[in-house]
């Protein structure tokens, strides 16, 4: 009796712990995004040690089935509270996190709020197929399943649904018998009638179809941006694809400009197509498996999808259908979003890995000094990170209180400010843009060019290689200017900016060419704009009343060259006189 109350008390404090690990959103520091972000990790830190001692603990005094029980709630738990929290935002009781978006749960926008909550909805519906003991926990389960049902077509995540779809599926067909009876009722009624086969298979086809195409309907050029976004990733993971790249962001960014120079090799100027206005520099693939291949390499994307393809076949092999379809549910979502950037997501998986892998035999000592094993070396790799997390938030915080001044344009403080920042915060390709940029504003440019060629190895941004090519023309490089310049162009081609720093660069003394300004003229004068705004008006008003007034000027351009050609060619003699 007494250790019955042992197990109950050890299951509950451990299920508080786990829980607890789960909720990594709540209370997080939001100054801005990135602040938010080592936030995050420096929370998952400390509280997965605790999480990793609980479930130690649970390993050796928890029973099997009560430990895979309070694994199970802890993830349903912490996706209802998503839940609610989504539904409060949505109904206005709550803001979100986002402006543009009615709900965001505790996530910045809807689509991993979507994607964590199709992570929890095959254990969910894998309890309500089951034969319950109390009807109450029955009806509690529905409840919560009806409550997904409303939060998760409302985040719009088209990859949410189906990996949520995928992963019922998988549950429905392996934790029941309907499937089987299914099946074999319409054997029997195609045997019988042969026709309404053709007529149902028809249908089906049909309406599959027909889900597919609305579903793509919803966002189509969102669609056709991540087939790109892909397609330049996968060129990022063959330029080296055993030992990865450091930054997927760089490599991403490095990728797209040899893509769009191979396009037009000619240095011709752009004529700015459908392809060229999906092209962005983002710090993901979304696209886990991609992103892993560009930063890791092929060896270890292999390595994790090994590990995670044996979780799966483990749970399966012992019935745990509700922690496979989870584990479904993520490797789908993982396909077209970043979850394994998000704290919460992580620590997700670890809990369904956990759950997929746990101990058959309650009475085996080895799985469960495995378990303890594997805990403790958790608790290493936390101990080892959280320093590090702690250490770069308190940086972050410091420059939070700082760049007030660099969007008030006070360059020269802002200047002084960085230096003084600069050893704690040389890793962050932001600060390190920001403070070469200030440099460069306070006409120092050596040094704006050194910090801002640091920047480019750890941010692919293609603002980099515009500012650092003007650093170059205020010290008359023209030459090296023209190529960050198009560097920047190749970059992201529909961006304005860099077609009218070229064309300010042929119009200067000493680097004059109306050919290249001409053509330079024409793309600007013709290319459509995405998004309207003052700067891009003011960019082409003076572009446009600059023109007129170079016709003497190339004419004289004209002349001159033309004269220069007459002159006759002196060729040394090679032999002594």
């Not at 074999?184 to 195609?190: D, I, R, V, W």
């Not at 799966?312 to 922690?323: A, P, S």
């Amino acid at each position: 009796m007494k250790n019955q109350y042992l197990n109950i008390i050890i299951s509950v404090i451990s299920f508080a712990i786990i829980l607890w690990f789960l909720l990594l959103n709540f209370g997080a520091v939001r100054l801005f995004d990135e602040v938010s972000q080592i936030s995050q990790w420096k929370t998952f830190c400390y509280r997965g040690i605790f999480a990793a001692v609980g479930a130690a603990v649970m390993s050796v005094f928890v029973k099997r089935k009560t430990a895979l029980t309070a694994l199970l709630l802890c993830i349903c738990t912490a996706a209802s509270v998503e839940a609610v929290f989504a539904l409060l935002q949505l109904y206005g009781f709550k803001f979100s996190n986002h402006g543009i978006f009615r709900l965001t749960g505790t996530f910045y926008n809807p689509g991993p709020l979507g994607g964590y909550i199709a992570v929890a909805f095959p254990l969910v519906l894998s309890m309500v197929l089951k034969r319950l003991k109390y009807k109450i926990l029955h009806y509690t389960f529905v409840v919560v399943l009806v409550l997904y049902l409303i939060v998760l077509p409302s985040t719009m995540s088209r990859t949410a649904w189906v990996a949520a779809l995928a992963a019922s599926l998988y549950v429905v067909c392996f934790a029941t018998d309907y499937v089987k009876n299914l099946f074999s009722k319409l054997q029997y009624l195609f045997s019988k009638h042969q026709n309404r086969k053709v007529i149902v298979i028809a249908s089906t086809v049909v309406v599959l179809i027909t889900c597919v195409i609305g579903v793509w309907k919803i966002k189509s050029e969102s669609a056709f941006g991540r087939f790109f976004l892909w397609k330049i990733s996968s060129l990022a993971v063959m330029d080296s694809p055993i030992t990865g790249h450091d930054n997927f962001s760089v490599a991403y960014g490095e990728a797209q400009q040899r893509y769009f120079q191979s396009k037009f090799p000619d240095n011709s100027y752009i004529n700015v197509d459908s392809e060229e206005n999906l092209a962005t520099v983002p710090d993901y693939a979304f696209n886990e498996y991609l992103n892993i291949a560009v930063e890791y390499g092929l060896l270890v994307l292999l390595l994790v999808m090994g590990a995670l393809i044996m979780a799966f076949v483990f749970g399966h092999k012992r019935g745990r259908y509700g922690f496979c379809g989870g584990l479904i549910a993520f490797a789908v979502f993982a396909f077209a979003s970043y979850p394994i950037h998000i704290p919460a997501f992580v620590a997700v998986l670890i809990i369904l890995v956990a759950g997929a892998v746990w101990p058959e035999n309650d009475e085996k000592r080895l799985p469960k000094i495995v378990i303890s094993s594997v805990s403790v070396l958790f608790i290493l790799l936390c101990v080892c990170n959280y320093d590090t997390f702690n250490q770069r938030l308190e940086s972050m915080k410091k420059w939070e209180k700082s760049r007030f001044l660099y969007t008030s344009k006070l360059y020269e403080r802002v200047a002084e400010n960085y230096s003084q920042l600069y050893d704690e915060l040389k890793w962050n390709g932001r600060f390190l843009y920001e403070y070469g940029h200030s440099l460069f504003k306070t006409q120092k440019y050596l040094y704006a060019e050194e910090v801002l060629l640091k920047s480019s190895r750890l941010s692919g941004d293609p603002m980099i290689w515009n500012v650092i090519g003007e650093c170059e023309q205020a010290i008359y490089g023209f030459a090296a200017a023209e190529q960050y310049y198009l560097r920047s162009l190749y970059c992201l081609p529909s961006r304005m900016y860099p077609y009218y720093l070229l064309y300010k660069l042929y119009c200067q003394e000493g680097f004059y060419n109306p050919n290249k300004r001409k053509s330079v003229y024409k793309t600007m004068v013709s290319m459509p704009v995405k998004i309207k705004s003052p700067a891009i008006d003011e960019m082409l008003n003076e572009v446009k009343a600059t023109e007129p007034t170079l016709k003497q000027r190339d004419e004289e351009y004209y002349h001159y060259e033309k004269s220069m050609r007459r002159l006759p060619i002196y060729i040394p003699s090679p032999w002594p006189i």
